[in-house]
C-alpha cells in the first residue's frame, strides 16, 4: 500500500494551494480518507475528512477554507486550501482507513510566509 501527497510548497498568507494524495495497493473508493497536519511543536491533527460516499466534515479551523474531495478512478484525494494563514504551516498528511486498516502517506509541507 502506499499513499504519494504532493502539492505543498511556500505560499504567501492569503494564498492557495491544492494537495494531491494518490493512493496504490487499497480499493481506494471503499476507504474514508482524512487530511491531517502537524504543525511545529504541536500534535497531529485532523482536518478534513470524507467517507467512502463524499461526506465531508472539518473542524472549526479550516471550515470555508479548506474543501476536501475524491476521485475515485484516479484513486486520488485532494486537499484545496484557500485563504492560507500563517499558522496553517504545517507538514500534511493523507491518511485512509476502513475498520481496522490504517495507511499513512509520508507528508508533504506546507509553509505560509511573507
Known amino acids: 500500500v502506499q499513499l504519494v501527497e504532493s502539492g505543498g510548497g511556500l505560499v504567501q498568507p492569503g494564498g492557495s494551494l491544492r494537495l494531491s494524495c494518490a493512493a496504490s495497493?487499497?480499493?481506494?473508493?471503499?476507504?474514508?480518507m482524512d487530511w491531517y497536519r502537524q504543525g511545529p511543536g504541536k500534535q497531529r491533527e485532523l482536518v478534513a475528512s470524507i467517507t467512502s460516499d463524499g461526506s465531508t466534515n472539518y473542524p472549526d479551523s479550516v471550515k470555508g477554507r479548506f474543501t476536501i474531495s475524491r476521485d475515485n478512478d484516479k484513486n486520488t484525494v485532494y486537499l484545496q486550501m484557500n485563504n492560507l494563514k500563517p499558522e496553517d504551516t504545517a507538514v500534511y498528511y493523507c491518511?485512509?482507513?476502513?475498520?481496522?486498516?490504517?495507511?499513512w502517506g509520508q507528508g508533504t509541507q506546507v509553509t505560509v510566509s511573507s
Open positions: 495497493g487499497i480499493i481506494f473508493s471503499t476507504y474514508h
Open positions: 491518511n485512509a482507513r476502513k475498520h481496522i486498516l490504517d495507511y
